[in-house]
């Protein structure tokens, strides 16, 4: 009697075993960090690396450019919290935080001319910089096991927090 209790109870430990199993949720891979190119008016453009380790991350972007008459730079620094994830797309909410710097050697015309003759002009440094910081919604679709297509759009304060419009974002990462 002692030998059947205990095969019946082999069984029963097998297959409640083979069942749990098989109700586990699939469990993937998850990266936490990317590394690609993005481009937006509140997240900043260029080289883009992210770190998204759970349900809050964040994403830099660097773009710096630079030759006898032009310095630019692009740098963004962004926010991200993760709303839903799956296996194909994940929505988040996105905060972005983007300083823009150009300085340029440009024609400028004189301002008062000598009448008669043409326009004089003269070689000047122009140098612009400004922030821009927007809040909004974002997906990425994962079309391949290691990239995802990242779309952001939202509201934004352009300039110096002088102007409110819409705003679009987009970035291209390679998971590891």
């Known amino acids: 009697m002692n030998k059947h209790i205990l095969i019946l109870t082999f069984f029963l430990l097998v297959i409640i075993n083979i069942h749990a199993q ?20 509140t997240t900043g453009y260029g080289l883009s690396y992210r770190y998204i380790p759970g349900k809050f991350g964040g994403q830099i972007n660097f773009a710096p450019y630079h030759n006898k008459e032009t310095d630019r ?51 000047k440094r122009v140098t612009e910089s400004y922030v821009n910081n927007g809040l909004g919604i974002g ?3 994962i ?14 304060f352009y300039d110096n927090f002088k102007q409110v419009n819409f705003t679009g974002e987009a970035g291209l990462y390679f998971k590891f």
């Open 22 to 41: 098989n109700t586990e949720p699939e469990t993937e891979t998850k990266f936490k960090h990317s590394i690609g190119a993005g481009a937006g008016f």
């Open 139 to 141: 997906i990425e679709f």
């Open 73 to 123: 730079y692009s740098i963004g620094l962004t926010f991200i919290y993760q709303l839903i994830e799956s296996k194909i797309t994940t929505l988040y909410l996105y905060q972005g935080n983007h300083y823009y710097y150009t300085s340029e050697i440009m024609d400028v015309p004189d301002p008062s001319p000598i009448k008669g003759n043409d326009p004089i002009s003269y070689k």
């Open 143 to 156: 079309i391949a096991k290691r990239i995802g297509l990242n779309l952001m759009a939202g509201y934004a």
